[in-house]
Every structure is written in C-alpha cells, then in structure tokens.
C-alpha cells in the first residue's frame, strides 16, 4: 500500500485511539501518510504516547479528547480537527466498551445504557459530524468510514456480552444502511468484525486472560493481534478499496 500523494494532506479521525486495535490504527495511518487525530475518553497520556510515536516517526498526530456518547464533546472535538487538521478524509468508528460477563437477566439498565450509548450513539455521532465534511452533498471531496463490528455480532455472546454482541449486530446494520445512503456522496462505508484480539479490552471485561485461553476456539489456534486488524481498517480507508462500500470484513482467524 501507498503513501497517499501528499504526506499529512488528509486527516483520519480514529475514536478510540488511545489503545488496542486504535493505537494500531493511528500508527498506521501515520505510516500511510495521514494526518492522525487520536481521540480518548480519559487517558490524555496513552493519547499523547501515541502522538508522540507517530511524530517520532515524522508523522502527524493530535489527541483530541471526547466522550463519543456525549454530542457536546464530539462537536468540541471535530472543531479542534477543523482549525488544528488537513481536513477530513476518514473516520475509524473504534471506541467501544464491554462489560463484565454476565446473563442477560442480571444486567442494570445502567449497564446497558453504557454499552449502547458509548458503541452505538457514539458511531452514529461521528459518523454524522464526519459526513457533514466528507460528503459531497455537504460540499465536501469524499472519505471512507470503517466501523468496527466484532464477531460477537454473528455468535451472539451467551452468558457474556450480549448486550455487547446486540450493539455490535446494530453496528453491522449500521454499515450497510449508511454505506447504500452516501454511495453517490463520495463516501465509502465498510465494518471491520474482529474476533478475538489480544488487548487490553478483555481486562476492562474482568478477563484479562481471554485472548490466550480461548485459542483453541479459533481455528487458526491463536488471537489475532492489533496490528492485523489495523491493517484491515487501512485498507478499506485507502483507494486500494476505491470499489468496496457496504461490505463487513471478518479478521477471526476463522471463528
């Protein structure tokens, strides 16, 4: 893949960019020759160590703090892009948040006002405020937007995270009603199901161990890394996928 033809010329907005499948993300993003904006929800020093990465690499970064859920701050935060950015060219739908496992019986309506608030409202968000400047109905040159989905989506997470595989399954609609909705905008839209990755998340979920211990669900015996879903959600950001709209990759390892 490309470096696209002026280095820093566009920027990528990725949600959740503070770790995990999000840090990777924005690295390479950076590599590929884009402006990065790195949002978190709390961690302002991840935020900046990834920056700092990046622009160690001659590469251009910005945290850009917003809770996705809260309308106030994404607004706040797309307007810092708009005066410190290139504009905008791509926004990686990332942040996202489990819970501890548990029975759809046992769950508080405070949970699941969380899990749907932060994975679904917070992507509807910033995908609104990303087309207001990406669409060329809003005057805008076009983009891509890749959400991410999870493979928890299709097998639906009993006794766990269904709440967490619900929103997710919302999120895979998501995808493929908006891709149909701006494809004469300008705009591309595809979904990223990861399966099981080895980051931080399943620590926020009480199981800091998951990855490694559930290898032997996964066909190719092992959890993916960040990186190899990075590299997925670049590619459908870059005009190597200039004919993809509405598609949902699945990086499983065959689960």
Known sequence: MQKIDSPNART??????SRGIGAATARLCAARGYAVAVNYARDAAAAEAVCEA????????????ADVADEAQV?????RIDAELPPLAGL??????????????????????RMFDINILGSFLCAR??????STKHGGTGGAIVNLSSAAARIGSPGMYVDYAAAKGAIDTFTLGLAKEVAMEGVRVNGVRPGIIDTEIHASGGLPDRAHQSAALIPMQRPGTAEEVANAIVW?????ASYTTGAILDVTGGR
């Open 236 to 240: 459908l950001l870059s005009g190597e």
């Open 92 to 113: 990686v739908n990332n942040a996202g948040v489990i819970d501890v496992g548990a029975r759809v019986d046992a769950m508080s309506v405070a949970r699941l006002r």
């Open 54 to 65: 990046i622009a160690q690499a001659g590469g251009r970064a910005l945290a850009v703090q």
């Open 12 to 17: 990528v907005l990725v949600t959740g960019g």
């Open 75 to 79: 607004l706040g935060m797309y307007a």
């Open 129 to 134: 405020e990303a087309l207001r400047r990406m």
